[in-house]
């Protein structure tokens, strides 16, 4: 296992958490999926469900805690912004009929912090709190962007993070001129075609403009 912070018991109940995200596990596959050995493992994640970052399911198995739910809205909220988002970014998943994100940057990637999906049974799902990488796809070209002190009206890819997938991204700005989030539309390049700029690029920037102004 990889020492993230060196603090080795913190990096090993990460570890934990994250083997949670997915799905349910007993105690054998928590085991299996960690690589921890089974006491470290059941020592852990009987430690994490007493803070209520764990619980268990009806059939026994871990599960991630509800008291996730509550530091996941109070961390959502702390980003400038969020909340302000949330009508431009309804706004625009209904101009497009794409599924619609908003992204903030987090040291050397991405965070995924409020996602909306398109309606249609093939569609573009970027769960909340997806980390994704910066130099891949029009919103962390956008922030990087920002962060070399220079933006676009908008960015768009192409394939670039995932196959069959296109993008358009505009910045959010705060008062200073500063890009504070990106906002993006995605969707299967069949609909938004190889040139996603053209068709969605005005109404992405006009919804990043609307939280920009939010802002000042």
Request: with cysteine; charged share 20%.
């Amino acid at each position: 296992m990889i020492s993230i912070s060196t603090v080795g018991v913190l990096d090993k109940a990460m570890v934990v958490l994250g083997a949670l995200e997915g799905s349910p596990r007993s105690l054998a596959e928590l085991v299996g999926v960690t690589g921890l050995s089974r006491a470290t493992a059941h020592r852990l994640a009987v430690a994490l469900e007493a803070h209520g970052l764990v619980r268990r399911d009806d059939d026994g198995r871990f599960v991630l805690g509800l008291r996730l739910i509550g530091l996941g809205h109070a961390a959502a909220e702390a980003v400038r912004g969020w909340l302000d988002a949330r009508p431009a970014l309804a706004w625009l998943q209904e101009r497009t009929g794409e599924s619609v994100q908003l992204f903030v940057r987090d040291g050397d990637v991405r965070v995924c912090v409020e996602s909306l999906e398109a309606p249609h049974e093939l569609r573009t799902i970027v769960p909340v709190g997806a980390r994704l990488p910066l130099d891949r796809g029009s919103a962390g070209r956008v922030l990087l962007a920002g962060a070399a002190g220079g933006s676009r009206a908008w960015v768009q890819s192409v394939a670039e993070r995932q196959p069959g997938v296109a993008s358009v991204s505009a910045p959010v700005v705060d008062a200073t001129g500063h890009v504070v989030a990106a906002v993006s539309v995605s969707g299967p390049i069949d609909r938004t075609s190889r040139s996603p700029g053209r068709r969605y690029g005005d109404v992405v920037a006009e919804a990043a403009a609307r939280i920009s102004r939010s802002l000042r």
